[in-house]
């Protein structure tokens, strides 16, 4: 799990390098990034169920899944590294299990208790506080407001994905599809919906360079594919609850190895802004269980 952590917050460095080198290329960036991972996806998906075929009923939800998930996440994770700083927005996404206990308010019977509110006000202050003050002064204040905005809209879609994951498993009683199954052709789906904008951006044209097919590759193979291979695997070893804990920590790696490879910044506000989102998540998460609304 540590290494999930670790190569989660990796990815933070690795999308802004991506995304300010190849500025008329981010569709074909983020169709090449899932052609990488669907491969290892399936082949584990394969490995552990066999041929999982979906049913009619689930692609109405699946179509919704990789919409939110694939398609508007990476547009919002694309266009935000192209103008905010990775270690801004490593902190940014932390405020993603805030968006989804809100989102569940409304889409589902989620009451939020004191504690709830508290740790979304805790939350939200950590955010605003990265937007205002990040010590990533040497980005134009109005590019970084920009590209945490594109964050911000990335992990709203991510929390609607979230949300309608929980609404799928409490409707479909009878043999839903598995976690991997439905993040598997989830992927596909997604990678899919890039095409039209691939062809737009005719990335054929351009000569391709070995180092920009690595870092596309880690974020495919290592960040999608393998870091949610791991992480199943460590749920099932550890739990759930001692699982989520280490993605608290992404944050942290994505800081620090921002400072250290791209040259970022590393100041107190980051500190700050860290310690009031975890906190903030950790109340909001011993929220009670969702269950579906009743019409």
Not at 240 to 260: D, Q, R
């Amino acid at each position: 799990m540590f290494f999930v952590a670790f190569f989660w917050g990796l990815a933070w460095p690795v999308g802004r390098i991506l995304a300010t080198d190849l500025l008329s290329y981010p569709y074909s960036v983020m169709f090449f990034r899932y052609l990488f991972a669907i491969p290892v996806l399936f082949g584990w998906l394969w490995f552990k169920e066999g041929n999982v075929v979906p049913l009619k009923r689930d692609y109405s939800y699946l179509l919704l899944l990789a919409f939110t998930s694939v398609f508007l996440y990476q547009f919002g994770y694309m266009f935000g590294m192209q103008k905010t700083a990775a270690s801004d927005a490593s902190l940014i996404i932390g405020f993603n299990p805030v968006s989804v206990s809100l989102l569940s308010v409304f889409i589902l019977s989620h009451s939020l208790t004191r504690n709830g509110m508290l740790g979304i006000f805790l939350s939200f202050t950590g955010v605003l506080l990265i937007f205002l003050a990040s010590p990533n002064v040497d980005i134009n204040f109005s590019d970084r407001l920009i590209g945490n905005a594109y964050i911000m809209f990335g992990a709203f879609a991510y929390a609607i994905y979230v949300v309608a994951m929980r609404r799928y498993v409490l409707v479909v009683r009878e043999d839903p599809l598995s976690s991997l199954a439905t993040i598997s052709w989830t992927s596909l789906i997604g990678c899919l919906m890039f095409v039209p904008f691939v062809i737009n951006e005719s990335p054929w044209n351009r000569v391709w360079e070995n180092e920009e097919w690595a870092l596309i590759a880690y974020l495919g193979v290592l960040s999608t594919a393998l870091c949610y291979v791991f992480f199943a695997m460590g749920v099932e070893t550890i739990g759930a609850n001692k699982a989520a804990s280490f993605i608290n920590v992404v944050p942290i790696f994505g800081i620090l190895s921002s400072w250290l490879w791209i040259g970022e910044e590393l100041g107190l506000v980051q500190i700050v802004s860290f310690i009031l989102i975890y906190y903030g998540v950790k109340l909001v998460n011993q929220q009670p269980s969702e269950s579906l609304r009743s019409t």
